[in-house]
């Protein structure tokens, strides 16, 4: 006879499953929450139940319980939003806050020193997410947001994390697809690996007008305490205006003067 373990009550009322993992309550949640995206921050009842893929009937009942916790904000044009509760418990991931408030004083003198956009990225798999982005004035417009994510493989700082990622990751990645973003984005896998061997060699990356054709990013690692690349700080600049390789000593100090930050203790 199998006997089957039964979720206790409080398990069962939050979706969880005996066996670990999201339930189908959660599992359901998740998708809701998924939906939204820098393309689609606000949606209406129908829109996220088409972008969920779940019955319109379950999203317009799970929506009361997202709702009252803070995940979500119904505005006064009727369509939901990410709400502040769930921005405050991402903010504590420590990932992201930790390595953001030791990094933030030397993004800020980069960028006044330069007054070009400056960069701070992490990986997240085979993708990356951007934890700070500081906007030079008058400098070129960039396509990266503060929590948004980007492939690795035509950013500077992607290029950087990705030279410093596990072998698997690498492989996965190289093996595509790649998406073009301009006429110069690289997409052969040949060439993206010399591109990594040239990271590691030389302690820096620059991505010339492989995500817009009026910018290039210079990019440097960001090395933790136990000498791993935790993150990668790049300046992205308007392409023909200054020495991308003159710009790497200074992206490289930053990313020297953040890792020593990150190594030492917490007060």
Same mark, same amino acid.
């Given at each position: 006879?199998?006997?089957?373990?039964?979720?206790?009550?409080?398990?069962?009322?939050?979706?969880?499953?005996?066996?670990?993992?999201?339930?189908?309550?959660?599992?359901?949640? %998740?998708?809701?929450?998924?939906?939204?995206?820098?393309?689609?921050?606000?949606?209406?009842?129908?829109?996220?139940?088409?972008?969920?893929?779940?019955?319109?009937?379950?999203?317009?009942?799970?929506?009361?319980?997202?709702?009252?916790?803070?995940?979500?904000?119904?505005?006064?044009?009727?369509?939901?939003?990410?709400?502040?509760?769930?921005?405050?418990?991402?903010?504590?991931?420590?990932?992201?806050?930790?390595?953001?408030?030791?990094?933030?004083?030397?993004?800020?003198?980069?960028?006044?020193?330069?007054?070009?956009?400056?960069?701070?990225?992490?990986?997240?798999?085979?993708?990356?997410?951007?934890?700070? !982005?500081?906007?030079?004035?008058?400098?070129?417009?960039?396509?990266?947001?503060?929590?948004?994510?980007?492939?690795? #493989?035509?950013?500077?700082?992607?290029?950087?994390?990705?030279?410093?990622?596990?072998?698997?990751?690498?492989?996965?990645?190289?093996?595509?697809? %790649?998406?073009?973003?301009?006429?110069? #984005?690289?997409?052969?896998? !040949?060439?993206?690996? !010399?591109?990594?061997?040239?990271?590691?060699?030389?302690?820096?990356?620059?991505?010339?007008?492989?995500? #817009?054709?009026?910018?290039?990013?210079?990019?440097?690692?960001?090395?933790?305490?136990?000498?791993?690349?935790?993150?990668?700080?790049?300046?992205?600049?308007?392409?023909?205006?200054?020495?991308?390789?003159?710009?790497?000593?200074?992206?490289?100090?930053?990313?020297?003067?953040?890792?020593?930050?990150?190594?030492?203790?917490?007060?």
């Amino acid at each position: 006879m199998t006997v089957r373990a039964q979720a206790s009550p409080a398990a069962q009322k939050s979706g969880a499953r005996a066996g670990g993992g999201p339930g189908p309550v959660l599992g359901r949640a %998740f998708r809701i929450l998924g939906a939204f995206c820098a393309e689609h921050p606000a949606m209406t009842l129908s829109e996220l139940a088409r972008r969920s893929g779940l019955p319109t009937s379950t999203v317009h009942r799970m929506l009361g319980d997202l709702i009252e916790w803070g995940a979500l904000e119904r505005g006064a044009d009727g369509r939901y939003r990410v709400g502040l509760r769930l921005w405050e418990v991402g903010a504590l991931a420590p990932r992201g806050q930790g390595l953001r408030e030791r990094a933030l004083p030397y993004l800020e003198d980069l960028s006044q020193v330069t007054r070009e956009n400056v960069q701070l990225a992490v990986r997240e798999g085979c993708e990356l997410v951007f934890v700070e !982005r500081i906007a030079g004035t008058g400098a070129v417009p960039v396509l990266t947001r503060v929590g948004g994510r980007f492939a690795l #493989t035509a950013t500077g700082v992607g290029l950087v994390l990705l030279a410093h990622a596990p072998s698997e990751v690498q492989e996965k990645v190289l093996a595509g697809p %790649f998406r073009r973003f301009t006429e110069r #984005t690289v997409t052969d896998p !040949r060439t993206l690996r !010399r591109m990594l061997g040239d990271v590691r060699r030389d302690g820096y990356v620059v991505s010339d007008r492989q995500v #817009t054709m009026d910018a290039l990013s210079v990019a440097a690692p960001v090395y933790g305490p136990g000498g791993e690349v935790v993150a990668a700080v790049s300046l992205v600049v308007r392409h023909g205006i200054r020495s991308a390789h003159a710009l790497a000593s200074l992206v490289c100090t930053s990313a020297r003067a953040i890792s020593r930050a990150l190594a030492e203790p917490a007060r």
